[in-house]
Nanobody, 120 residues
Framework: QVQLVESGGGLVQPGGSLRLSCAAS????????MGWYRQAPGKQRELVAV???????NYGDSVKGRFTISRDNTKNTVYLQMNTLKPEDTAVYYC??????????????WGQGTQVTVSS
């Protein structure tokens, strides 16, 4: 089992910045990928950014050049630095961890979500 706890959401003005954190605990040895997804009201959950255990990254088209995902393995924490925020970035942001084991295959774990609101 993997537990994920997000923090760092809040209200910010357009053009501002926020940093989200996701602290992981539990059976971390099997995690191969961690990332952030978001879901706005009435919309499907979408990819924001992911980072592999070897630090390869991938971003959703709408956040490329503005958001940066990183990880601190000493703290078992993944960060999402969000710059030049826009009102359309408003959503609940979820941390995700993908675990792969020989016995269970792929398992996805999710945090509880943190609200990000971009508004003047």
């Amino acid at each position: 089992q993997v537990q994920l706890v997000e923090s760092g959401g809040g209200l910010v003005q357009p053009g501002g910045s926020l940093r989200l954190s996701c602290a992981a605990s539990g059976s971390l040895f099997s995690i191969v990928l961690m990332g952030w997804y978001r879901q706005a009201p009435g919309k499907q959950r979408e990819l924001v950014a992911v980072i592999t255990s070897s630090n390869k990254t991938n971003y959703g088209d709408s956040v490329k050049g503005r958001f940066t995902i990183s990880r601190d393995n000493t703290k078992n924490t993944v960060y999402l630095q969000m710059n030049t925020l826009k009102p359309e970035d408003t959503a609940v942001y979820y941390c995700n961890a993908v675990s792969i084991t020989a016995t269970k295959g792929r398992e996805d774990y999710w945090g509880q979500g943190t609200q990000v609101t971009v508004s003047s």
